[in-house]
């Protein structure tokens, strides 16, 4: 496939992505289309100033949109600031961006008060995070209700670093998830990061046996341990995609299929019958048709995580500030 066959592809398929995945759980395109019609875009340039000044932002913001979707559904519990608020869950260490969505939310308060949920702020933020990324763009249903609650003991839904195959497979299944969907919103991790503490028990008393984990690629080992040394800084940050963590694309897979992946459970994607064989069909096709597999299922997979446990109609409300219930 030459590079001009290619382009027109990708064009093809980026015009597909932003008609059609329209509809979900009962939202709707262009539903601020009347109320607050520079929505989408108010959210988009917010998301693109703080990129410009830190790309490591965008991974941020697509982990805080999963986050809030994995608990209490999609609708912003994550958001709210307290004690024993879902953000203060030990699960929720690290999540950042909340100045992101405060920001736009302000901006959008003031031009329409009272109509964009932070709950749809979180979603548009995270489409547009990786569309900056070099990732794919897609239409984005709205109509989401920010949500009542929220519990930091909520939290255990959330998949873990150290999950199996099998524990994430019921995590997902219990959000209507399928395994196909599993396995590529993992694919986020392109652009992700983690910290040594996450990493660490890989590396150097694996099971207690006082060896690595035998799944990590032997010449990959060396580069984890020189990152994370047995008394390095626990969160010294560490690229989730060794090739091109700034970079939105399918290398992931291929780091996966090899034996490289920085964390337990994306490594165990590979040595599981039900995943593996999505991890072949993302990592098979990174040449020559440069991940375009990976581009299309994307957005339907953060579609189907966009829609799950919506409130919509007259359920929740609109918060006026984003960290705290009216």
């Given at each position: 496939?030459?590079?001009?066959?290619?382009?027109?592809v990708?064009?093809?398929?980026?015009?597909?992505?932003?008609?059609?995945?329209?509809?979900?759980?009962?939202?709707q395109?262009?539903?601020?289309?009347?109320?607050?019609?520079?929505?989408?875009?108010?959210?988009?340039?917010?998301?693109?100033?703080?990129?410009?000044?830190?790309?490591?932002?965008?991974?941020?913001?697509?982990?805080?949109?999963?986050?809030?979707?994995?608990?209490?559904?999609?609708?912003?519990?994550?958001?709210?600031?307290?004690?024993?608020?879902?953000?203060?869950?030990?699960?929720?260490?690290?999540?950042?961006g909340?100045?992101?969505?405060?920001?736009?939310?302000?901006?959008?308060?003031?031009?329409?008060?009272?109509?964009?949920?932070?709950a749809?702020?979180?979603?548009?933020?995270?489409?547009?995070s990786?569309?900056?990324?070099?990732?794919?763009?897609?239409?984005?249903?709205?109509?989401?209700?920010?949500?009542?609650?929220?519990?930091a003991?909520?939290?255990?839904?959330?998949?873990?670093?150290?999950?199996?195959?099998?524990?994430?497979?019921?995590?997902?299944?219990?959000?209507?998830?399928?395994?196909?969907?599993?396995?590529?919103?993992?694919?986020?991790?392109?652009?992700?990061?983690?910290?040594?503490?996450?990493?660490?028990?890989?590396?150097?008393?694996?099971?207690?046996t006082?060896?690595?984990?035998?799944?990590?690629?032997?010449?990959?080992?060396?580069?984890?341990?020189?990152l994370?040394?047995?008394?390095?800084?626990?969160?010294?940050?560490?690229?989730?995609?060794?090739?091109?963590?700034?970079?939105?694309?399918?290398?992931?897979?291929?780091?996966?299929?090899?034996?490289?992946?920085?964390?337990?459970?994306?490594?165990?994607?590979?040595?599981?019958?039900?995943?593996?064989?999505?991890?072949?069909?993302?990592a098979?096709?990174?040449?020559?048709?440069?991940?375009?597999?990976?581009?299309?299922?994307?957005?339907?997979?953060?579609?189907?995580?966009?829609?799950?446990?919506?409130?919509?109609?007259?359920?929740?409300?609109?918060?006026r500030?984003?960290?705290?219930?009216?």
């Amino acid at each position: 496939m030459v590079a001009s066959e290619i382009a027109t592809v990708f064009l093809l398929l980026n015009a597909l992505l932003r008609g059609s995945l329209v509809q979900s759980q009962g939202l709707q395109r262009g539903f601020y289309d009347s109320s607050c019609p520079d929505a989408e875009d108010i959210v988009r340039s917010t998301v693109g100033k703080y990129y410009n000044n830190d790309a490591t932002i965008a991974p941020g913001l697509l982990r805080l949109h999963f986050h809030d979707c994995f608990v209490q559904g999609c609708d912003a519990s994550v958001l709210i600031s307290g004690a024993s608020s879902e953000r203060s869950a030990p699960q929720n260490f690290g999540l950042r961006g909340f100045e992101v969505i405060d920001d736009a939310k302000s901006q959008l308060e003031s031009t329409c008060p009272g109509v964009v949920s932070c709950a749809d702020i979180l979603a548009l933020a995270a489409r547009d995070s990786v569309d900056l990324a070099g990732g794919p763009s897609w239409a984005v249903p709205l109509g989401r209700r920010d949500g009542r609650i929220s519990s930091a003991a909520d939290a255990k839904a959330l998949p873990s670093p150290a999950d199996p195959v099998s524990v994430q497979r019921q995590k997902f299944a219990a959000q209507g998830l399928s395994d196909h969907d599993l396995v590529t919103l993992v694919g986020a991790h392109t652009i992700g990061q983690t910290d040594c503490a996450f990493v660490r028990y890989r590396l150097y008393n694996f099971t207690a046996t006082g060896n690595a984990d035998p799944s990590i690629s032997p010449a990959f080992l060396p580069q984890l341990r020189a990152l994370c040394p047995p008394n390095g800084d626990p969160v010294r940050r560490v690229a989730l995609d060794k090739d091109g963590a700034g970079s939105f694309d399918a290398a992931f897979f291929k780091n996966v299929r090899d034996g490289n992946a920085v964390l337990e459970s994306d490594q165990r994607l590979w040595g599981d019958d039900a995943t593996q064989g999505v991890v072949q069909k993302y990592a098979g096709n990174i040449r020559g048709l440069f991940g375009l597999r990976f581009t299309y299922e994307f957005p339907k997979a953060m579609v189907s995580l966009g829609g799950v446990a919506v409130k919509t109609g007259r359920q929740g409300e609109i918060r006026r500030k984003c960290s705290r219930f009216n």
